[in-house]
């Protein structure tokens, strides 16, 4: 009898005691994401909200059809950026789930519409804590994804523009010298070397992993894509003003892609605010006219401001949905 009333109040005392408990961090974690699911889609609301006037004058002057084409044209190129990063962490040992990832990105996305550009930096190295992963790892995968995004700009502008663009020799022959040092900074070994050595100049750990070859090329690969992705974007709008054929769709192609190289690269740009559009109005300004290419380089913005909402809106509902 001693044993069968000692064996059941350990029992009943263990499940009273853990359920609970257990139950209010689950519930208020619940509630977190959940405000987190809404504030990011209200503050993205909110950037559309803002970008209402130019909206409506690209609808007015490119047709609400190839806006809408572009739109969606704009959606998977910024699917495909963020493939980059999978890729990139993949090759790193860094194995969250597919939906995990994507939704870490889309959201931490949103930050660069902040001056400084660093905070999908700041976002995504605090998100690597719940994979395990270091702050120094993530800003490794970063700085890497930035670099391949930047050299394949670049690179994809140089092999396109000079022979695409009217006067593309005069204006872009600059960039064929960048073609070798990108090559190099793209090893595999060269960024993580140079992080593992700045980190030991300032009493820090090593990064610990290293790059490899297959992710770097899975990498650059979906850069590509993009670039073509968002070159397409571009052509679907130049339609309005002009017969859109290859050399229409190189030059688009190639100007995209060394114009979103720029605007990563002058950090103190909201998304590279300005100088995108800049670089732009040089590229298609020859082919459709200065003021239309400024028309056609502001809806781009606006659709890609648009297609970021829209997929940090989707990562933050399945965001909410994974465990952290």
């Known amino acids: 009898m001693t044993t069968t009333h000692s064996d059941p109040v350990p029992a009943a005392g263990t499940g009273s005691s853990a ?9 208020a974690k619940r509630l977190v994401k959940i405000g987190l699911a809404l504030l990011v889609v ?110 394949s700009g670049i690179g994809v502008g140089a092999l396109l523009l000079p ?5 593309g020799l005069n204006h872009y022959w600059w960039l064929l010298l960048l073609l070798v040092p990108l090559a190099v900074c793209l090893h595999p070994r060269v960024v993580p070397g140079m992080l593992d050595w700045a980190f030991a100049r300032i009493g820090r750990e090593p990064l610990g992993v290293r790059l490899t070859a297959r992710g770097l090329f899975t990498a650059i690969g979906w850069a ?32 995209m892609a060394l114009a979103w190289a720029a605007g990563i690269a002058f950090i103190p740009a ?24 400024l028309t056609v380089a502001l809806a ?6 648009i297609a970021d909402v829209v997929l940090a809106g989707v990562g933050a509902v399945a965001g909410r949905r994974t465990s952290a």
């Open 42 to 151: 209200l503050g993205g609301a909110y950037l559309v909200w803002r970008q209402r006037e130019d909206l409506a004058t690209a609808v007015q002057e490119l047709s609400l059809g190839r806006v809408a084409i572009a739109g969606v044209l704009a959606v998977v190129g910024t699917m495909l950026i963020g493939q980059i990063w999978v890729a990139l962490l993949h090759g790193m040992g860094i194995r969250p789930s597919l939906r995990d990832s994507h939704s870490v990105f889309y959201v931490s996305q949103l930050g660069k519409y902040l001056p400084g550009s660093v905070w999908p930096v700041v976002a995504q190295m605090q998100f690597g804590l719940r994979w395990g992963v270091a702050r120094r790892t993530m800003l490794g995968a970063n700085i890497l994804f930035m670099g391949v995004v930047v050299a």
């Open 300 to 305: 781009s913005r606006v659709l890609l401001l």
């Open 163 to 167: 022979w695409s663009s009217p006067d």
């Open 224 to 255: 590509v894509l993009a670039w073509v992705a968002f070159g397409l974007h571009l052509a679907v709008m130049m339609d309005s003003y002009t017969s859109v054929g290859p050399i229409e769709v190189a030059a688009a192609t190639g100007g």
């Open 270 to 293: 909201p998304a590279g605010a300005g100088v995108r559009e800049a670089v732009l109005s040089l590229t298609l300004g020859p082919i459709i006219g200065v003021p239309e290419a």
């Open 19 to 27: 359920t609970p408990v257990p139950a209010r961090p689950s519930h």
